[in-house]
Nanobody, 128 residues
Framework: VQLQAFGGGLVQDGGSLRLSCEAP????????MGWFRQAPGNERMIVAA????????RYSEAVKGRFTLSRINGQNTIYLQMNSLKPEDTAVYYC??????????????????????WGQGTEVTVSS
């Protein structure tokens, strides 16, 4: 499985962006998926994640109430709607998936080690 993430760019403080990540494959609907971000000099951190069936979503405290993760299984795509962006949201954003059958019904994966496939990052820059 290969992932492709799109939608990064430059936006002003308080602005919005929507990231998308497509994962080709007929079994997409059972994958746990997540968004992470990595700012310069920092570790890669969880932003948001969805369970394998898409019924449960979790967010980091830093983005809760501002970011929304959604998935459209018919399009094999997840989205990250980012509103009220702040300069501290500046980072490279990565999507990831866990395609193990054993975790289909598990809670959203909030740690990097729980994912086995990563997409290339898309850069988000929020200017003050």
């Amino acid at each position: 499985v290969q992932l492709q993430a799109f939608g990064g760019g430059l936006v002003q403080d308080g602005g919005s962006l929507r990231l998308s990540c497509e994962a080709p494959g007929s079994t997409f609907r059972r994958y746990r998926m997540g968004w992470f971000r990595q700012a310069p000099g920092n570790e890669r951190m969880i932003v948001a994640a969805t369970s394998g069936r898409g019924t449960v979503r979790r967010y980091s405290e830093a983005v809760k109430g501002r970011f929304t993760l959604s998935r459209i299984n018919g399009q094999n795509t997840i989205y990250l709607q980012m509103n009220s962006l702040k300069p501290e949201d500046t980072a490279v954003y990565y999507c990831a998936l866990d395609d193990r059958v054993s975790t289909t019904n598990s809670d959203p994966a909030m740690h990097m080690y729980e994912y086995n496939t990563w997409g290339q990052g898309t850069e988000v820059t929020v200017s003050s």
